[in-house]
């Protein structure tokens, strides 16, 4: 891929791109981009793993919340996950759904990847009411939850940069042995600058963040979709003060490839995941400024005890330490204990048209 990069840099009219073209095509072009490819991702053989990928009980978590919720909010029995993935998560909820409603769910998923479109028929070929679609735009009106698991981390981002005061876009360019390389150009783009002053980051000298305008723009697809309903976005992300820390000094753009990071994405694009750590803050107020009401955010682990992952818990003890029950036991206890992989994601709850309070819905 690194020779078609190469191309479209030198196709431009100042010889580089930005990172948010070079993500794009690094993990969205279709037939070479990482997320078109027909290879595993997700799991233990792929390049990361990700928490509803641990256990079934992640999914069946969210469909006895949603369970309960709908019908105490008069919603229908609908749900759209954005970033389906594997199908994994929505074979979970449809199985615990089944097990806490009696009420015929609709199950809708949109999904770019037409490898991950195919594993899903694959895993929910025997339920009757889902649907795909490849973009949010194909979607109507729609009313009843919206979810989705590490959406946003995935999204192109702008890198910028201060150095001696004054603030640089870094872009890409050719580099003399045919690879990549960094370049910093001053920075002209006013979709950035508005997004720097509308939720008000403040960089120290030396300091790089990535800034993700194409956030703000889901943000409002999915407020327009939505009439009435809740929105629920896990990911893992900072807040405006934790990005402040010294060690967010360098920004947060990483490659995952075969389970190792990596803080060269430049290499190897088309063959790494390329992730970036969510604005919670700006997250939030884009969805405020889009009619989404904001409701409350947890830690992963805090909205699993909140909704009840403790009651799951098995009170029968198997010596055997590969029974069922023990997996589920495991399974639980690692979403919910102290360092594990939970700890390091949150769960934004925003809603439209519910006039409710986060006392009122948890």
């Known amino acids: 891929m690194n020779t078609y990069i190469n191309e479209i840099i030198d196709k431009s009219d100042r010889k580089r791109i930005t990172y948010a073209e070079y993500i794009k095509i690094a993990l969205y072009h279709p037939e070479q981009g990482y997320y078109m490819k027909n290879d595993e991702k997700i799991g233990r053989t792929g390049d990361f793993i990700t928490t509803s990928n641990i256990s079934n009980i992640y999914g069946k ?3 006895k919340w949603y369970a309960e919720t709908h019908v105490k909010y008069n919603l229908p ?7 389906g993935g594997t199908g994994r998560f929505a074979k979970a909820f449809l199985e615990g759904w089944n097990q806490y409603s009696s009420i015929p769910l ?10 991950h479109r195919q594993l899903q028929n694959e895993m929910l070929m ?3 009411h889902f649907t795909q679609h490849k973009d949010i735009g194909e979607i109507g009106d729609f ?4 979810f989705s698991n590490e959406l946003f981390d995935a999204f192109p981002v702008h890198v910028i940069e201060k150095k001696d005061a004054v603030l640089f876009e870094v872009m890409i360019t050719s580099a003399e042995d045919g690879g990549l390389k960094e370049i910093l150009v001053p920075l002209e783009s006013q979709k950035i600058l508005n997004f720097i002053e509308k939720h008000e980051i403040d960089l120290k000298n030396g300091q790089r963040i990535e800034i993700p305008v194409e956030m703000e723009e889901m943000v409002r697809k999915i407020s327009n979709m939505l009439m009435q309903g809740i929105v629920v976005t896990v990911d893992y992300g900072y807040t405006k003060e934790e990005w402040q820390k010294p060690e967010r000094q360098k920004g947060s753009l990483r490659g995952f490839y075969r389970q190792q990071m990596y803080e060269d994405v430049l290499h190897n694009p088309g063959m790494m995941d390329i992730t970036s750590h969510v604005h919670f803050d700006a997250l939030i107020r884009s969805g405020v400024d889009n009619g989404l009401k904001f409701i409350a955010k947890y830690r992963q682990d805090e909205f699993f005890i909140k ?7 098995s009170e029968s003890y198997d010596p055997n330490p590969f029974s069922e029950t023990s ?9 919910v204990l102290p360092g594990g992989m939970s ?9 439209k048209g519910l006039n409710t309070v986060e006392s009122e819905m948890f």
């Open 106 to 115: 609709t199950y809708t998923l949109i999904e770019s990847s037409p490898y």
């Open 61 to 63: 978590l969210f469909a």
């Open 126 to 128: 025997e339920y009757k």
């Open 327 to 335: 997996k589920r036991n495991r399974a639980i206890k690692s979403l």
């Open 143 to 146: 009313t009843g939850l919206v």
């Open 307 to 313: 909704v009840g992952i403790l009651d799951e818990l």
């Open 343 to 351: 700890s390091a994601f949150h769960v934004i709850v925003q809603e």
């Open 77 to 83: 029995a609908a749900v759209c996950e954005i970033g």
